[in-house]
Every structure is written in structure tokens, then in C-alpha cells.
């Protein structure tokens, strides 16, 4: 079986401010990519480096 | 002799050893190496145990933040549902206490239905699919062993995988290319099957036993490849396909292409940790390393050789790899593809004539287009919103697009959470509302504290079924429809005896079960559950209702900015927020708001401008008397900042400027990465008597440079306190990014920025002079 590991990658500008035009119930059929790459930053922040600081509070941690 | 400690985050669990498909390509089976033969078919319940607490046990003693583990095989799915099952439910009791866990399959897909995509969405499991494209360049190598096509089969899995319901765990495809395959026609082929990503792989090959080169052309990969590239850039990149991503400059590589290191260890179904699968293709027992989950500890598996010779970036590398000029993106190709006998690993790789081009083919196209006569610089519309806020503060314009940014995420989110509910009312009413009253739909979904609800709703850290975050979906809906006036009813989730409806107010009604009915009717809402039947007036002229606690707003310099002391999701700063504010309390922080709004136009016209733009809400943390004087900012929640309900507007101006700063920051953030992934530097500020995270360092210079530019404002009609603060706050500033950008911890984007910081930081001392 093949093998690719797992690697990140983060929301595209462009893919962004195009999704905006787009009526909610087709974002997920035409911005799947997009979903994928905000679950994976924005919510399991797999893409935020180990040396990066705690999402909450930013003034604790500056 | 142990060496340092390395780190693995990525697992492969080979869990079943056999196949129900016969491909002639698979390394597993038909390549040099044959150790499949001895080892068991199938993962037992007790090495399952093993490897997960060996994984479970490298995470906690190396505070990991994830670990992805693939299920692998052979096929996986063999398994049987009742074995999965048994294998995610160990997995995931003994790692998510412990780190995040990111589960994955890759699989042929013959064998999956229904069942195990429930069970999938279940475990939150992403599954790749193997497809090589249509139906002659699949068949050409992916068989049944008596060599029927497995065509359909693989594309009825992947029919299986769009559907909504399973939409979630759907991760994408892997594709395994043939030069002699159409490149069009394969390309058509995956897309038709809308993956979320595509993963291009090169068959394998080694120095022994090169690739495949039909007719004379010395480069058919790069040739092939370059093709398929182009017609993705004309189609304006219609599906992520990493090969492509991970290539261009600055793209971060995948274990094929670039320096990353190679984190990755393999389980096999006997319990031998070995080494990075492909591997099997250069000679038998290349993978092994003769440790196993039972008697051997992550760590001792990775201290073997040939793992941490992977993981020294360009130090691992043959010396014409080191001397090449693409090598921060190639990498030296695929490990695996650099063997030969005699020489090992130590040899470019057998792909590398093709890699070069590839390279080069990826950058020539699409042309760069030569600038626009008016315009005299050929930045992109990255660097133009980065340096933009590298003078400190951010125009409109650019404070516009990030708050598009954030809206447009958030908006993912929810059709991530649709994803993963399926369609429930409250879906179906938001997209109705969307069409018909889409200003009402967009000013909830702005509301700050939406997206946390969401995030709270989709984290999978937590096991399934355990602590399961109630779905935010109702709510949203119910206050969309409420400011648009349209009649609705829903079952929204009660907590703690409150429903809130974002930018509007909760309902607090003791009685409620765990939901409760809600209408929307003009002016009114009625509420049904429990002991609790209630019709709530919301006429602001009807008299006041105790059921019914509005949100509070503030007439400001930039419009309303709502007092959010209801919203649960609120409570994500890290420190304790304050309850609902007694009527005067409410009042006096109005006040001071508005005025220190006014001071921020009078210091820093240009952050009042920025702050105008995106600043919604604002919550009180609670008193502590210990540090009277506190703020804070939320990645989770842009448009909102929490402080302490200090009475002075001058006060209460520093912390707007200095948080609304980290806002900024924090939105850039999810875009890019400022600080390079996986930098784990520590840096001495003055601020602060410990060393700092760069992205730390990072969001503490940008706070300061705006909170001395407000300084040295006010030192201009006030000599006294004020120039000390601001030469105060100036050296912090400096000292912060000197140290920042000594630390080479910087990615090229976050270089470029600290970098127009410093510009910026001159000026500003140059105008105090
Ligand atoms: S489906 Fe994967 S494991 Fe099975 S024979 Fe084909 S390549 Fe090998
Ligand atoms: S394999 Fe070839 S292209 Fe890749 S880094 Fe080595 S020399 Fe450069």
C-alpha cells in the first residue's frame, strides 16, 4: 500500500475571499479543500509550530 | 551511544498484512523485500495495545501537540468493522489524554460500505483512497489477483466518501502515476471524483532498478508531470494537489520533496518498529530496525541509524544533493529512491534529471506577468496586506480583508459542523436565510464568539461521545432569523439554564431540560421545554422582560460595539470573565469606551482607523485585585477584546491600541506562517523574565510599537510621564525584534515583516526626535 505522510497545509487567500461569494449550502461541495485546510489550522492547529503560543490569551503569553 | 532524543509524530500501523488486490507496483508485496511472508495477518489486540501505549508514552514525555497515525496495511479494511472499531477505541483511549490525535487510513477502498464510514466519521478517521486515475490507467496496475479491474469498486468507495454524511472523512486521493497513462484524462478522472487533495506519487524505483522510460526522452516524469501541472494552473487550482504545493518555493515539501524531517516510524503487524515503508523497495529487510512496541520504546526505535540520518535535513544528503540549488525544495527526492548497491542512500535520486525540470517547470508557469504600467511594484497580494501592517498599524482596506478572512473561515466552520451533523433544521434555515436575508446571517456569523462555539463543537481531542460540545447551529440560526424578521422554530441546546442567541441576548429561563423549542415571531420569541412555556416581548419599548437579558451595545468613533457579558463562548482568554454587569456597571464601561475610543482618535489616528474597522465586542474579565489592570485577546475570537472595567479612558486606550494589535496579528496568523513550522527557540525579551516562543516575541513587538507610537503622541503635548513611557515601550520594541530576527527562527514571510517593523520602528524615532 502506498504511503503518503500527513502534512498541513493552511487556507489560500484567494480561496478565501472566492468562498465568500459562494451560498453556504455549496461551500462544501466547491471549497472542500478550503474546510479541510481551516479544520486543520484553525481547529486541530496541527499547522501551528511547537515553538508557537497557546491560542487563548495572548497577553499571558507574549 | 544513544544520541539526542528524537522526536516522531507520524505512525504508521500497518494492521493488516494482506490484500485483496494484486497490483504489480506494490512495494509491499513485489518488490525486494519479502518479510511480509513470516509476520502475522492481522494486527493482535495485544501489540494494538502495545503500540498505543508506546505512542501514548513518547507523546506525554515529549509534550507532542499531535500525533497522526495511519492505518495502514496491506488493506486496512480487512480488518472487519468489529476490528477497527476495537483498534480506534484503543487508539484513542490511551493518546487523546494525552496529546491530539490525528487518525488516518490509507486504503484501496474495495471493501469499504456504509458501516465502516460510520464508524469512520465516528472516530474521526480521514481516509485516503488509493485511484490511479480512468479506467485503463487504474486497471494498468491496480488488479484483483485474477485480474479483474477494481475500477468501480475503488470509485463507488469514493461515492461513498462525497456523501455528506461522510463527507468528514474523506481526506482525498492517492494516486500512483504512469508515464504512459493520458495525463489528461487521469487528471479529469480525479477530479470528477471532488477529492479535498490529491497526492501525485512516482512510481517506485531505485539506482537498481530505475523508472520506467518508454521511447528516447531522458525526462518523461518531469514531461508528464509538467503537463498535468498546467492544466491545474489553467483550471485556477481546482483541488489542492500537494506534489504542486510542496514544490514551490517556500511550499514546506512532503517525505517525498524537501528537508522536513522525516518523522515517521512504522508499526508492523507483529509489533517490529521499522523504518519509512517505501524503503521495502531497495533490498530485503531495508526497513527493519530489530526493535519492537513490546520490548522497545519509541525513543530507542528512533535513535536507529537510519531514522536520525532522516531527520538532519540537508547534513543526511549525498553531496551533489547538498550542492544543488533546488535542494531546499527537492530534498533529494524520496528516500528510498536514492539507493543503490554499494553506495546505499548516499546517491540524488534516481528520479533527480526529473525533479530538476519539474522544478523548474513548476516555476515557469504560470509566466510571471510583467507589472501593470501604473503599478510600480510587482508585489503579491500577500506581501501587500503583510506590509501594510508592518507600518504598525493596517489602512482600511487591508482591515477590511482580514475581517473577510475571519468571516469566511468561520463560515467553513459551519459547513464543517454540517459536515459532520449531517442536515439538520438549523442548517437547512441558515441556508435558506443566506439567500433570502444574507446581512442577517453575515452579522451573526461576525459576532466574535461564533467561531469558538464552532471550534468547540468540531475539536476532536476529546473521545467520542465523551464531553460532546452542543451544537451551536440552532442558536446561530434562531438569532439570523430573529434579525431578519423571518418566522422560525428550532430546538436550540440549553446550557446552564441560558439559550444564547449571538449579537442579541440570552434567554435565561430556570426549568429548561437539555433543549428547548423556540419560535421566532415578530418582535417576540417563544420558548417551549421542561417546566418552561414562555412568550418573551421584544419590543425595546415593552416593559423590560427578567427572562430576557439583551445584549448591550455602545455607541462609538466606529459605529456599536457590543458589552458581551452572555455569550458562554466568551470565556476563552485564559483567565476568568466577569458575569453579567449590573445596569450602572454596564453604563460606566460604556462611558469609558466611547471616551477612550475618542483618545485612541486623538493619539493614533491611523490605529483608531484599524480599530474602527473590526473591533465588535469587548468583555469584562473579572476583578482581581491582585492585577487590577488586565486585557486580553483571543486567536479564536477576532473582533473582540476582554479587560479589566478600568475607570480612565486614557488607560483603557493603551490596552484597546496594545490588543487590537494581537487581534491583527492573530488573523494574520491563520493565514501564514510568520515563524517557521517546527522552530522551537527560545528568545530573551526584556518584557518578561523568561525566554519566549518567536511567535510570542512576535505578537508582544507588534503591541509595543503601537502602545510607543500612542506615547509618543502624547509626549508631544505632555513632556513629563509620557516621553519616559514611550522611550520605555521603544526599546522593548527594538530589543524585541533585534532578538527576533537574530534568532533565525523566522520563516521568509515573517522576515520580510519583522523586517518593515524595524523601517517602521526607525520612523517612529526619527518623529520623536
Ligand atoms: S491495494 Fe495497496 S497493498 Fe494492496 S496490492 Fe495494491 S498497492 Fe499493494
Ligand atoms: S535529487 Fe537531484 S534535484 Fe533533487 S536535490 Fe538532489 S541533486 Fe537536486
Same mark, same amino acid.
Given at each position: 500500500?502506498?504511503?503518503?505522510?500527513?502534512?498541513?497545509?493552511?487556507?489560500?487567500?484567494?480561496?478565501?475571499?472566492?468562498?465568500?461569494?459562494?451560498?453556504?449550502?455549496?461551500?462544501?461541495?466547491?471549497?472542500?479543500?478550503?474546510?479541510?485546510?481551516?479544520?486543520?489550522?484553525?481547529?486541530?492547529?496541527?499547522?501551528?509550530?511547537?515553538?508557537?503560543?497557546?491560542?487563548?490569551?495572548?497577553?499571558?503569553?507574549? | 551511544?544513544?544520541?539526542?532524543?528524537?522526536?516522531?509524530?507520524?505512525?504508521? %500501523?500497518?494492521?493488516?498484512?494482506?490484500?485483496?488486490?494484486?497490483?504489480?507496483?506494490?512495494?509491499?508485496?513485489?518488490?525486494?523485500?519479502?518479510?511480509?511472508?513470516?509476520?502475522?495477518?492481522?494486527?493482535?489486540?495485544?501489540?494494538?495495545?502495545?503500540?498505543?501505549?508506546?505512542?501514548?508514552?513518547?507523546?506525554?514525555?515529549?509534550?507532542?501537540?499531535?500525533?497522526?497515525?495511519?492505518?495502514?496495511?496491506?488493506?486496512?479494511?480487512?480488518?472487519?468493522?468489529?476490528?477497527?472499531?476495537?483498534? %480506534?477505541?484503543?487508539?484513542?483511549?490511551?493518546?487523546?489524554?494525552?496529546?491530539?490525535?490525528?487518525?488516518?487510513?490509507?486504503?484501496?477502498?474495495?471493501?469499504?460500505?456504509?458501516?465502516?464510514?460510520?464508524?469512520?466519521?465516528?472516530?474521526?478517521?480521514?481516509?485516503? =483512497?488509493?485511484?490511479?486515475?480512468?479506467?485503463?490507467?487504474?486497471?494498468?496496475?491496480?488488479?484483483?489477483?485474477?485480474?479483474?479491474?477494481?475500477?468501480?469498486?475503488?470509485?463507488?468507495?469514493?461515492?461513498?466518501?462525497?456523501?455528506?454524511?461522510?463527507? !468528514?472523512?474523506?481526506?482525498?486521493?492517492?494516486?500512483?502515476? +504512469?508515464?504512459?497513462? #493520458?495525463?489528461?484524462?487521469?487528471?479529469?478522472?480525479?477530479?470528477? /471524483?471532488?477529492?479535498?487533495?490529491?497526492?501525485?506519487?512516482?512510481?517506485?524505483?531505485?539506482?537498481?532498478?530505475?523508472?520506467?522510460?518508454?521511447?528516447?526522452?531522458?525526462?518523461?516524469?518531469?514531461?508528464?508531470?509538467?503537463?498535468?501541472?498546467?492544466?491545474?494552473?489553467?483550471? @485556477?487550482?481546482?483541488?489542492?494537489?500537494?506534489?504542486?504545493?510542496?514544490?514551490?518555493?517556500?511550499?514546506?515539501?512532503?517525505?517525498?520533496?524537501?528537508?522536513?524531517?522525516?518523522?515517521?516510524?512504522?508499526?508492523?503487524?507483529?509489533?517490529?518498529?521499522?523504518?519509512?515503508?517505501?524503503?521495502?523497495?531497495?533490498?530485503?529487510?531495508?526497513?527493519?530496525? @530489530?526493535?519492537?512496541?513490546?520490548?522497545?520504546?519509541?525513543?530507542?526505535?528512533?535513535?536507529?541509524?537510519?531514522?536520525?540520518?532522516?531527520?538532519?535535513?540537508?547534513?543526511?544528503?549525498?553531496?551533489?544533493?547538498?550542492?544543488?540549488?533546488?535542494?531546499?525544495?527537492?530534498?533529494?527526492?524520496?528516500?528510498?529512491?536514492?539507493?543503490?548497491?554499494?553506495? @546505499?542512500?548516499?546517491?540524488?535520486?534516481?528520479?533527480?534529471?526529473?525533479?530538476?525540470?519539474?522544478?523548474?517547470?513548476?516555476?515557469?508557469? *504560470?509566466?510571471?506577468?510583467?507589472?501593470?504600467?501604473? #503599478?510600480? $511594484?510587482?508585489?503579491?497580494?500577500? #506581501? /501587500?496586506?503583510? #506590509?501594510?501592517?508592518?507600518?504598525?498599524?493596517?489602512?482600511?482596506?487591508?482591515?477590511?480583508?482580514?475581517?473577510?478572512?475571519?468571516?469566511?473561515?468561520?463560515?467553513?466552520?459551519?459547513?464543517?459542523?454540517?459536515?459532520?451533523?449531517?442536515?439538520?433544521?438549523?442548517?437547512? %434555515?441558515?441556508?435558506?436565510?443566506?439567500?433570502?436575508?444574507?446581512?442577517?446571517?453575515?452579522?451573526?456569523?461576525?459576532?466574535?464568539?461564533?467561531?469558538?462555539?464552532?471550534?468547540?463543537?468540531?475539536?476532536?481531542?476529546?473521545?467520542?461521545?465523551?464531553?460532546?460540545?452542543?451544537? *451551536?447551529?440552532? !442558536?446561530?440560526?434562531?438569532?439570523?432569523?430573529?434579525?431578519?424578521?423571518?418566522?422560525?422554530?428550532?430546538?436550540?441546546?440549553?446550557?446552564?439554564?441560558?439559550?444564547?442567541?449571538?449579537?442579541?441576548? $440570552?434567554?435565561?429561563?430556570?426549568?429548561?431540560?437539555?433543549?428547548?423549542?423556540?419560535?421566532?415571531?415578530?418582535?417576540?420569541?417563544?420558548?417551549?421545554? &421542561? $417546566?418552561?412555556?414562555?412568550?418573551?416581548? %421584544?419590543?425595546?419599548?415593552?416593559?423590560?422582560?427578567?427572562?430576557?437579558?439583551?445584549?448591550?451595545?455602545?455607541? =462609538?468613533?466606529?459605529?456599536?460595539?457590543?458589552?458581551?457579558?452572555?455569550?458562554?463562548?466568551?470565556?476563552?482568554?485564559?483567565?476568568?470573565?466577569?458575569?453579567?454587569? /449590573?445596569?450602572?456597571?454596564?453604563?460606566?464601561?460604556?462611558?469609558?469606551?466611547?471616551?477612550?475610543?475618542?483618545?485612541?482618535?486623538? +493619539?493614533?489616528?491611523?490605529?483608531?482607523?484599524?480599530?474602527?474597522?473590526?473591533?465588535?465586542?469587548?468583555?469584562?474579565?473579572?476583578?482581581?485585585?491582585?492585577?487590577?489592570?488586565?486585557?486580553?485577546?483571543?486567536?479564536?475570537?477576532?473582533?473582540?477584546?476582554?479587560?479589566?472595567?478600568?475607570?480612565?479612558?486614557?488607560?483603557?486606550?493603551?490596552?484597546?491600541?496594545?490588543?487590537?494589535?494581537?487581534?491583527?496579528?492573530?488573523?494574520?496568523?491563520?493565514?501564514?506562517?510568520?515563524?517557521?513550522? &517546527?522552530?522551537?527557540?527560545?528568545?530573551?525579551? *526584556?518584557?518578561?523574565?523568561?525566554?519566549?516562543?518567536?511567535?510570542?516575541?512576535?505578537?508582544?513587538?507588534?503591541?509595543?510599537?503601537?502602545?510607543?507610537?500612542?506615547?509618543?503622541?502624547?509626549?508631544?503635548?505632555? *513632556?513629563?510621564?509620557?516621553?519616559?513611557?514611550?522611550?520605555?515601550?521603544?526599546?522593548?520594541?527594538?530589543?524585541? =525584534?533585534?532578538?527576533?530576527?537574530?534568532?533565525?527562527?523566522?520563516?521568509?514571510?515573517?522576515?520580510?515583516?519583522?523586517?518593515?517593523?524595524?523601517?517602521?520602528?526607525?520612523?517612529?524615532?526619527?518623529?520623536?526626535?
Amino acid at each position: 500500500m502506498d504511503h503518503a505522510p500527513a502534512r498541513p497545509s493552511r487556507p489560500d487567500l484567494d480561496d478565501l475571499t472566492r468562498s465568500l461569494h459562494t451560498p453556504l449550502e455549496r461551500i462544501g461541495v466547491e471549497h472542500a479543500d478550503l474546510i479541510e485546510a481551516v479544520r486543520r489550522r484553525v481547529v486541530t492547529n496541527a499547522a501551528v509550530p511547537s515553538g508557537s503560543v497557546a491560542v487563548a490569551a495572548f497577553n499571558s503569553s507574549i | 551511544m544513544g544520541g539526542s532524543c528524537r522526536r516522531i509524530s507520524q505512525f504508521v %500501523l500497518k494492521v493488516h498484512s494482506r490484500c485483496d488486490l494484486s497490483c504489480d507496483h506494490c512495494y509491499v508485496y513485489q518488490h525486494a523485500d519479502q518479510t511480509w511472508r513470516g509476520r502475522p495477518v492481522r494486527m493482535s489486540a495485544a501489540t494494538a495495545q502495545s503500540a498505543a501505549r508506546r505512542i501514548a508514552e513518547h507523546a506525554r514525555e515529549h509534550e507532542l501537540p499531535v500525533v497522526h497515525v495511519v492505518l495502514h496495511g496491506g488493506e486496512p479494511l480487512l480488518l472487519g468493522a468489529a476490528g477497527l472499531r476495537e483498534l %480506534l477505541a484503543e487508539l484513542r483511549a490511551a493518546i487523546t489524554p494525552w496529546t491530539r490525535l490525528d487518525l488516518r487510513m490509507q486504503t484501496n477502498g474495495v471493501l469499504l460500505d456504509e458501516e465502516l464510514c460510520r464508524l469512520f466519521v465516528e472516530y474521526d478517521v480521514q481516509v485516503g =483512497v488509493s485511484f490511479d486515475g480512468d479506467r485503463a490507467a487504474n486497471d494498468r496496475h491496480r488488479v484483483f489477483a485474477h485480474g479483474g479491474s477494481s475500477h468501480d469498486h475503488v470509485r463507488r468507495a469514493l461515492a461513498l466518501l462525497r456523501r455528506p454524511e461522510f463527507r !468528514a472523512s474523506y481526506a482525498g486521493i492517492l494516486c500512483t502515476i +504512469d508515464v504512459r497513462n #493520458d495525463p489528461d484524462r487521469v487528471y479529469e478522472a480525479l477530479l470528477a /471524483e471532488s477529492p479535498p487533495r490529491v497526492d501525485l506519487l512516482l512510481p517506485h524505483a531505485t539506482w537498481d532498478h530505475p523508472p520506467l522510460r518508454p521511447g528516447s526522452e531522458p525526462t518523461p516524469y518531469a514531461t508528464w508531470l509538467g503537463r498535468l501541472h498546467r492544466r491545474w494552473v489553467d483550471d @485556477g487550482r481546482p483541488v489542492s494537489i500537494r506534489m504542486f504545493e510542496a514544490l514551490r518555493p517556500g511550499g514546506g515539501g512532503t517525505e517525498a520533496f524537501g528537508l522536513a524531517p522525516a518523522d515517521v516510524l512504522v508499526i508492523e503487524a507483529d509489533g517490529s518498529w521499522e523504518q519509512v515503508d517505501s524503503l521495502k523497495t531497495a533490498y530485503h529487510g531495508a526497513a527493519d530496525t @530489530g526493535f519492537d512496541v513490546f520490548d522497545n520504546s519509541v525513543d530507542e526505535a528512533a535513535r536507529h541509524p537510519g531514522v536520525a540520518i532522516r531527520q538532519d535535513g540537508a547534513d543526511g544528503l549525498c553531496a551533489t544533493c547538498r550542492a544543488c540549488p533546488v535542494v531546499d525544495r527537492c530534498g533529494g527526492g524520496l528516500y528510498a529512491h536514492r539507493w543503490r548497491t554499494g553506495s @546505499g542512500f548516499d546517491n540524488p535520486s534516481v528520479y533527480c534529471p526529473d525533479l530538476l525540470r519539474l522544478i523548474d517547470t513548476v516555476d515557469a508557469y *504560470p509566466p510571471p506577468t510583467p507589472p501593470a504600467p501604473a #503599478d510600480r $511594484s510587482a508585489t503579491s497580494p500577500v #506581501d /501587500e496586506l503583510l #506590509d501594510d501592517l508592518a507600518t504598525g498599524h493596517g489602512s482600511a482596506s487591508t482591515l477590511a480583508l482580514l475581517a473577510a478572512t475571519q468571516l469566511s473561515i468561520t463560515r467553513a466552520l459551519l459547513a464543517a459542523c454540517r459536515d459532520r451533523s449531517g442536515t439538520t433544521a438549523a442548517w437547512e %434555515l441558515l441556508v435558506h436565510l443566506d439567500r433570502a436575508a444574507p446581512e442577517a446571517v453575515r452579522a451573526v456569523l461576525e459576532h466574535p464568539f461564533v467561531r469558538a462555539g464552532l471550534v468547540h463543537r468540531l475539536d476532536s481531542s476529546a473521545p467520542p461521545g465523551l464531553s460532546a460540545a452542543v451544537d *451551536p447551529l440552532p !442558536a446561530i440560526a434562531t438569532a439570523a432569523a430573529l434579525r431578519a424578521g423571518v418566522p422560525a422554530t428550532l430546538h436550540v441546546p440549553v446550557r446552564a439554564d441560558a439559550i444564547t442567541l449571538p449579537t442579541l441576548g $440570552s434567554l435565561v429561563l430556570p426549568g429548561l431540560t437539555e433543549s428547548a423549542e423556540v419560535t421566532v415571531r415578530p418582535g417576540e420569541l417563544q420558548v417551549r421545554g &421542561g $417546566s418552561v412555556e414562555q412568550t418573551v416581548l %421584544l419590543d425595546p419599548l415593552a416593559p423590560p422582560s427578567a427572562s430576557w437579558r439583551p445584549t448591550r451595545d455602545v455607541a =462609538v468613533p466606529g459605529g456599536r460595539v457590543l458589552l458581551e457579558d452572555g455569550d458562554p463562548y466568551r470565556d476563552c482568554y485564559g483567565q476568568p470573565v466577569e458575569s453579567r454587569l /449590573e445596569g450602572p456597571a454596564a453604563r460606566a464601561l460604556g462611558r469609558t469606551l466611547a471616551a477612550a475610543w475618542e483618545v485612541v482618535h486623538r +493619539d493614533v489616528p491611523a490605529h483608531a482607523a484599524a480599530l474602527d474597522g473590526g473591533l465588535r465586542a469587548v468583555v469584562p474579565l473579572a476583578p482581581d485585585p491582585a492585577r487590577p489592570l488586565r486585557s486580553a485577546t483571543a486567536r479564536h475570537a477576532f473582533g473582540a477584546v476582554a479587560v479589566t472595567p478600568h475607570p480612565d479612558p486614557e488607560t483603557m486606550a493603551v490596552l484597546l491600541v496594545h490588543e487590537w494589535q494581537h487581534a491583527k496579528l492573530g488573523a494574520v496568523l491563520d493565514l501564514y506562517d510568520l515563524v517557521e513550522p &517546527g522552530e522551537s527557540t527560545r528568545i530573551r525579551v *526584556p518584557w518578561r523574565p523568561d525566554p519566549r516562543p518567536p511567535e510570542g516575541v512576535l505578537q508582544g513587538v507588534y503591541a509595543h510599537l503601537a502602545v510607543t507610537q500612542v506615547w509618543q503622541s502624547r509626549a508631544a503635548t505632555d *513632556p513629563g510621564d509620557a516621553s519616559a513611557h514611550a522611550a520605555h515601550f521603544l526599546g522593548w520594541t527594538r530589543d524585541g =525584534v533585534d532578538a527576533l530576527l537574530a534568532s533565525r527562527s523566522l520563516s521568509a514571510a515573517g522576515e520580510r515583516f519583522v523586517g518593515q517593523l524595524r523601517h517602521a520602528l526607525e520612523e517612529t524615532v526619527v518623529g520623536s526626535r
